[in-house]
C-alpha cells in the first residue's frame, strides 16, 4: 500500500480513523487457496531489454494466468516477470519481490539481490513481476492518460463549483477505467488475485516455497499469502507494513494524519538550517509561510501559470514521505516562496507526470478488495472533519481515491490476516514515523505472526527505507535472508530491535544517495501521487 511519489509509478497506501461503514465491516476468515487445479507451463526465458536488467544479468518471459482463478480453463493473461540467477554454492532458494502500490510495476526489483550486504543476495534467485494489469504484463489497464495536468483547481472544495468539479472529474475517471479496452481486468485485480498469481509463479518455477521481499502493499501481498499458503512460506521480509485493519478506506484516514505530523517535522528541518533554505528559523512561521503560499498560487499560478497549490502540494508530499530529497525540495520550495523562480518546483512535478497505468490499477485493487463508503456524505464529513487539524494531505487524498465512489467492478471480501499457521521466522522493518503505513500497523501484524520480528527505525520519517545503507538494519536482513535467524523477540507490543533511521540529509554535502533499490522505490512513489 503504498503511495508514491514521482514518476508514475508509486501508489498510495491508504489508511483511517472515522466511523462505520461496509468497508470496516469484520473480514472474512481465510479462504482455501484456488490455484490448486491450475498449473502454468513453464516459462520461456529470454534476454530482458531493460538495461539494468541486462546489466544484472536478468532474463525475462511471461507466465501464463487465469483472467479468473475460478474459471482456470478459460481466459488467460500473462504476466511479466524477470529473474537474476544465484551465482554462490550455498543456494537458499526463490526469492519473489513486490516493489509497493497496489500498481507498482516490479520487474526491475529482481536486481534487489545485488543491494544487500555480504553478497547474501549472490544465494538467491531472485524473481521480479509486474503484477496483473501492470507495465509489462498483458494485458495492462489504461483509463485516461490525460487526467494528469498542470495548474488544476484547488484540491479543497471551498466553493460548490470546486465541490462539482472533483466529483465530477473524479467519477469520469471511473467511467474511464470502465470503458478501458482491458475494463474485463476490473472483476479479477483484488489482492487474492495476485496471491493466486504469486502461487502460480511458485509453481511454474516447480519450487515447493517461496521467499520474499515486500514493501509497502507488498507486505499486506506477504500477508495475504501467508495466510492462504503457510506451508509455502520461507523467508519473507515486511518492509513498511500495511494495518490489515485499515484496508482500504481507515487506511486513507490514518495517512491524512500522520503525512500532516510529518510534514511538520520537515518544517522544522528547514528552520534548523535557515542559511541553507532562507526561510527563517521558526517552524511555525514556515508553516504559515506555505499555507499563505498556496493561497498566493490559488490565486495567480506561478511559472507561466502552471503551478498552482495541487502542484506544490504534490510535490511537498514526497517530503513527508522520505528524507532522501528533503535538500532539493527544500531548495526548490525556497526559490519559490522568495520569488526567485518556481522552475525547481515545476520540474520536479512534471517529472512525475507519466502513464496513468499504476494509478489505474492501484484504484483496481484497492476499490474492489472491499467496499468503501458508499456515500458521499460520510466521505465530505470525514474530510472536511481531518483537515480542520490536518490540512495538509487530506483532500488530496480524498480526491485521489474518490473513483472508489463509482467504481465500475464489484468489492469483495478481504481476507482475515493470521500467521498462526506459520511455523518460521518473519522480519518486518518500519520507521517510527513512517507516515504511509504508520508504525501501528507493524505492531499489529507482529501480533498476528507469533514467529514474526520488528526492527525499529527509531524517529525516522521515510517510508519502506530499507537497504538504504544503515547497516543495523540492512546487516539484520541479510543474515536472516542468510541463516533464517531474525532478532529474538521482546515481549510486549514493541520492536525487537532498535535501529538508526535514514538521516536526515545535510545541505551543502552532497545529495544523499538512496541506496541500491531504494532508488527505484522513491521513484516510483512519486507517480501515483500526483494524480488528482
Not at 142 to 161: E, I, K, S, W
Request: proline share 7%.
Amino acid at each position: 500500500m503504498k503511495r508514491v511519489v514521482a514518476a508514475f509509478s508509486a501508489a498510495a497506501l491508504t489508511v483511517g480513523l472515522a466511523g462505520t461503514s461496509v468497508a470496516q465491516a469484520a473480514p472474512a476468515p481465510p479462504a482455501a487457496p484456488t490455484t490448486a487445479g491450475y498449473t502454468p507451463p513453464p516459462i520461456n526465458w529470454v534476454d530482458c531489454t531493460d538495461p539494468d536488467l541486462v546489466d544484472a544479468g536478468a532474463k525475462c518471459g511471461y507466465v501464463t494466468v487465469p483472467l479468473n482463478y475460478a474459471r482456470p480453463g478459460g481466459s488467460k493473461i500473462k504476466l511479466y516477470v524477470s529473474r537474476v540467477m544465484h551465482t554462490s554454492l550455498d543456494y537458499k532458494g526463490v526469492a519473489l519481490v513486490n516493489p509497493g502500490g497496489p500498481g507498482g510495476a516490479g520487474v526491475r526489483m529482481s536486481r534487489l539481490g545485488g543491494w544487500l550486504p555480504g553478497n547474501v543476495g549472490d544465494k538467491y534467485d531472485w524473481i521480479g513481476w509486474d503484477p496483473r494489469g501492470v507495465g509489462g504484463s498483458r494485458p495492462a489497464l489504461h483509463c485516461n492518460n490525460r487526467y494528469l495536468g498542470f495548474d488544476r483547481p484547488n484540491y479543497v472544495p471551498r466553493t460548490a463549483d470546486l465541490m462539482r468539479f472533483w466529483r465530477h472529474k473524479t467519477a469520469r475517471y471511473s467511467n474511464a477505467c470502465g470503458d478501458a479496452t482491458a475494463s474485463r481486468l476490473l472483476a479479477h485485480v483484488k489482492t487474492k488475485d495476485s496471491v493466486r498469481d504469486m502461487e502460480s509463479i511458485r509453481k511454474a518455477l516447480g519450487v515447493a516455497k517461496i521467499s520474499f521481499y515486500g514493501f509497502s502493499y507488498g507486505t499486506y501481498l506477504g500477508q495475504v499469502y501467508a495466510t492462504l499458503h503457510p506451508s509455502r512460506v520461507g523467508r519473507f521480509v515486511f518492509d513498511g507494513t500495511v494495518d490489515p485493519r485499515g484496508v482500504w478506506y481507515k487506511a486513507n484516514l490514518a495517512q491524512n494524519v500522520a503525512f500532516d505530523q510529518n510534514i511538520r517535522r520537515y518544517w522544522r528541518y528547514l528552520a534548523n538550517h535557515p542559511a541553507a533554505f532562507r526561510l527563517g528559523t521558526d517552524p511555525v512561521a514556515i508553516r504559515r509561510g506555505y499555507y499563505a503560499t498556496l493561497r498566493r498560487l490559488d490565486n495567480r499560478p506561478a511559472y507561466h501559470g502552471r503551478i498552482g497549490p495541487d502542484e506544490l502540494n504534490d510535490v511537498m508530499v514526497g517530503a513527508a514521505y522520505y528524507r532522501y530529497g528533503w535538500v532539493d525540495t527544500g531548495l526548490a520550495y525556497s526559490k519559490l516562496v522568495r520569488r526567485v523562480t518556481a522552475k525547481p518546483i515545476h520540474d520536479m512535478f512534471a517529472g512525475g507526470l507519466g502513464d496513468d497505468n499504476g494509478y489505474a490499477m492501484y484504484l483496481g485493487t484497492q476499490c474492489t478488495d472491499v467496499q468503501w463508503p458508499k456515500l458521499w456524505s460520510k466521505w465530505k464529513a470525514d474530510a472536511w472533519r481531518q483537515h480542520a487539524n490536518h490540512p495538509f494531505l487530506t483532500w488530496n487524498n480524498t480526491w485521489y481515491n474518490a473513483p472508489c465512489l463509482n467504481w465500475p467492478a464489484r468489492a469483495g471480501i478481504p481476507v482475515q490476516v493470521t500467521g498462526a499457521n506459520v511455523d518460521v521466522p518473519i522480519l518486518m522493518i518500519n520507521e517510527t514515523f513512517d507516515a504511509a503505513t504508520p508504525y501501528a500497523g507493524s505492531i499489529e501484524v507482529r501480533r498476528r505472526f507469533p514467529t514474526a520480528s520488528l526492527i525499529e527505525g527509531v524517529n525516522g520519517t521515510t517510508h519502506s527505507g530499507s537497504l538504504s545503507g544503515i547497516a543495523c538494519t540492512d546487516d539484520a536482513i541479510a543474515a536472516y535472508l542468510d541463516t533464517g535467524v531474525v532478532p529474538p523477540r521482546l515481549p510486549g507490543d514493541r520492536s525487537d530491535k532498535e535501529c538508526a533511521p535514514v538521516p536526515a540529509p545535510q545541505p551543502g554535502a552532497g545529495r544523499q544517495a538512496r541506496a541500491g533499490i531504494a532508488h527505484d522505490r522513491d521513484d516510483l512513489l512519486f507517480g501515483f501521487r500526483l494524480f488528482g
